[in-house]
C-alpha cells in the first residue's frame, strides 16, 4: 500500500492529508494560532467546587471555565499538590528537582473532590480535551510530555508498555532499559515507536522531555493565574509527530519555513527516511494537484455514497452521532435479501470506518445497519468491523449488533468532530434569490485588479478563481487575462482552485499570504458601474 502526506499550510490553518493508494483515509484541520489546545499546560486557579459532580470548575483564562474531575486528578496528587504549593506557589523550595521528592500516599480513588481542593488553589494543569460546542477545555493534573518513543510522567512511579508491541522479549528489554535511565519519581509510557530503539535514542529523548518538564516548572514560577506556561514549539511538528510512520514514500509540503521543520525532524528520528520530504512549489494549490478537494467535497456532508449504489447518511447530535445504512439503487445486486444485505454491510462497515478518522468523530456512535435474519452473518459483520477499526489510533469500542440491527461504538474524543460544509451558499446572490449577470463578474474582477495594482501598489501576486472562470478569461486572442497584463504593463499568475465557488477568487502575494481586496465593492456596483461606462462612451461618439 502506497502512503503518502500532504501538508497544506495556509495562513490562518494547517491541514494534513493522508492517503492511502491516492485515497484520503485522514485528515487533521489546525489553526495555527489556536488556544487552549490539547497538551497545552496552564498555571490556573480552582474557581469553584461541585460536590454533585466531584468535581472543579477552574480558570484558566478562557471564556468558560474549565473542568477538572477528581477522577482526573491522578492518584499521586498529594505528591503533585505538596511540589506546586512549595516550588510554585509558596516559591519556598530552593530545589524543584522531582527526584528528591518524598513520595506522599496516594489518594482515595473513591474520594471527593472537597477534601482534596479548595477554592482559589493554584494548581497546574494540562488540558486534555478542547473546547467543544458549549462547554469548556477538560483538565487533568496528571502532567505528561510525549516524544516520538515515550510518554514522560512527572510524579509517577510506573513504566507501562505499549500493548501493539507485541513479543515479550522486547517488552522486557524495553522495560529494564527505560528503568536504568529514569529519574526517581518519573512514569514512563513506551510507544509502539520505541521497539527495537537503541539506548542512546531513548536516553537523548528522555532528556529532552526532561528538559521540557525543567522549563515549564522555572516558567510557573514566574507567572501568575491564569497563564500559558507550556505548549509545543511547532503544533505542525506535533500533528506529524502522531500521524508519521517509517512505511511513508512522500510528504509533500507546500511552505518552505513549514518544509524545513518537517525535514528535521524527519531526519532526527528515521534518517533513513530524510529524502522523502519534498517542498511543493507549484502555483496549482496542494490540495487540488493530489486531487484531495475532490474528496472532501465527496465524503463531508450527510450523505456519502460508496460502491454500487449505497450510501450512509450521518447525523450529529449534542448527544451522539447517528450514522444509517442504505442500499440504494444497487446495479448488482446479490441473488437473494440476506446476501444482499450483508454485501452492503460489510461495505457500509469499510466506509464508516474510514468517515470516523476522517472525521475525527468521538463519543458515542450509533450505526442502523440493514436488518439481516441470520445470527452468523450478523457475527461476521461484527468481527469485520473490528477489523477495519484495528488500525484507528483512537481508543475505541465496539459492541455487537442489537436484535434490531444497532450497532453501538464508542471512539475517544479530544477535539470537535471535523464539520466540512460541502454545500455553498450562492457567491452570486448570497442567498438572497436573484442573480446578477455571472459576465459582470469580469468587472468586478477588473476592478479589485485595479484597487490591488493602483491603490495597494502591489506587483506580484497570483490570482486564484474558478477552472471555469480561468479558463474564460483565457480564451481567444487577445484573452481577457493577456488584455489586463498589458494595461498594467506587467505579468502576473492567473491560476484554477476546484474549492472556490464559481464567482470567488482570492490573491496571494509573493510570499503566499492572502491579500484583503475589500469586499465592499461587490456585483451590483459593478454592474452600475459597467452601465455607467457604457453610457459615457455613447457619448463620446
Known sequence: ?????????????????????????????????????????????????????????????????????????????????????????????ADTSVSKMKRLPDIDKHGTITNVLQPGQELLVQIVKEPISSKGPRLTTEITFTGRYMVLIPFGDKISVSAKIKTTEEKLRLRQLIDSIRPKNFGIIIRTSAEGKSVRDLHHELRTLLRCWEETVAKARTATAPALIFEEESRIVGMLRDVFSPTFESIHVNDKETYSQIAKYVELISPESKDIVKLYESDVPIFDHFSITRQIKSSFGKTVSFKSGAYVIIEHTEALHVIDVNSGNRSKAAPDQESNALEVNLRAADEIARQLRLRDMGGIIVVDFID??????????????????????????????????????????????????????????????????????????????????????????????????????????????????????????????ESLAYLQYRVLDKEHNEIDLKEEKDIASSATKSKSRTKNRTKEE
Open 1 to 93: 500500500m502506497k502512503s503518502e502526506l500532504i501538508v497544506d499550510v495556509q495562513p490562518s490553518e494547517v491541514s494534513i492529508a493522508l492517503l492511502e493508494d491516492s485515497r484520503l483515509v485522514s485528515l487533521q484541520k489546525e489553526a495555527r494560532n489556536i488556544a487552549y489546545a490539547v497538551g497545552d499546560i496552564y498555571l490556573a486557579k480552582v474557581k469553584k467546587l461541585m460536590p454533585g459532580l466531584n468535581a472543579a470548575f477552574v480558570n484558566v483564562g478562557y471564556e468558560k471555565d474549565a473542568f477538572l474531575h477528581y477522577l482526573d486528578l491522578g492518584s499521586q496528587f498529594s505528591t503533585y499538590s505538596s511540589f506546586i504549593k512549595s516550588a510554585i506557589v509558596d516559591k519556598k523550595a
Open 372 to 497: 439481516m435474519n441470520k445470527a452468523e452473518n450478523r457475527q461476521k459483520l461484527y468481527e469485520h468491523m473490528r477489523e477495519v477499526m484495528a488500525n484507528d489510533r483512537a481508543r475505541h469500542n465496539i459492541l455487537p449488533l442489537s436484535k434490531f440491527g444497532l450497532m453501538q461504538i464508542t471512539r475517544q474524543r479530544v477535539r470537535p468532530a471535523l464539520d466540512i460544509i460541502t454545500s455553498e451558499e450562492c457567491p452570486s446572490c448570497h442567498g438572497k434569490g436573484e442573480v446578477q449577470p455571472s459576465l459582470l463578474f469580469t468587472d468586478t474582477l477588473h476592478e479589485k485588479l485595479d484597487y490591488l495594482v493602483n491603490i495597494l501598489k502591489v506587483k506580484d501576486f497570483v490570482l486564484y478563481v474558478h477552472p471555469y472562470v480561468a479558463a474564460y478569461l483565457k480564451k481567444g486572442f487577445p484573452s481577457l487575462y493577456r488584455k489586463w497584463q498589458w494595461e498594467y504593463g506587467f505579468c502576473f499568475r492567473l491560476c484554477p482552485d
